[in-house]
């Protein structure tokens, strides 16, 4: 390589090396969880609650959720078998341990996949995250649920967990 390239490729190598680093911190380091990118699932899981990255938890636990949604957390949230099916596939696909991998592990290190728990804040690494919040803030008329992520974090329906 002659000498007047050198400083151009090595100014290149620096910049696309600065990108990489830029871009992994954007992705919220270990409190990003990539957020529903499906349109059903946003409409039919999201006009209830916050659409949960399926991430958050693994396959089986998706499967045991969709599969009793006549009882979702004390509420009927029963819609039509094709929805469902395609709500199941999509969680199960995007799962903490299988295609959301790269995120969910983090979260559900610890936990068994196959009896995870159905709730997320039942996770230990949730727990454990979680666990400097004092009783009375869960109360709060402006949080009143542990699962109401929005309420402490103000990106969560970006993928973003940070405090």
């Known amino acids: 390589m002659n000498l007047p390239y050198r400083p151009i490729a090595l100014g290149l190598i620096a910049v696309a090396f600065s990108a990489l680093l830029f871009q992994r911190a954007q992705a919220g380091g270990s409190h990003y969880f990539a ?7 946003k409409e039919e899981c999201g006009s209830c609650h916050l ?17 009793d949604l006549k009882n979702h957390f004390g509420d009927d949230a029963s819609v039509d078998a094709a929805t469902a099916a395609h ?4 969680l199960v696909a995007n799962a903490g341990d299988t295609g959301g991998r790269r995120y969910g592990d983090k979260l559900l290190r ?3 996949t196959t009896k995870a728990p159905l709730r997320i804040t039942e996770l230990s ?5 979680h666990r400097e919040v004092p009783a009375w803030e869960w109360q709060h008329k402006d949080v009143r649920s542990k699962a109401n992520c929005v309420a402490c974090h103000a990106a ?3 993928g973003y967990y940070d405090d």
């Open 35 to 41: 957020p529903v990118n499906d349109a059903v699932v």
């Open 51 to 67: 659409a949960f990255p399926p991430s958050m938890l693994p396959a089986s636990s998706w499967q045991r959720m969709m599969a």
């Open 87 to 90: 709500i199941t596939d999509y």
């Open 110 to 112: 610890g936990s068994s």
């Open 125 to 129: 690494r949730w727990l454990r995250e």
């Open 156 to 158: 969560a329906e970006r």
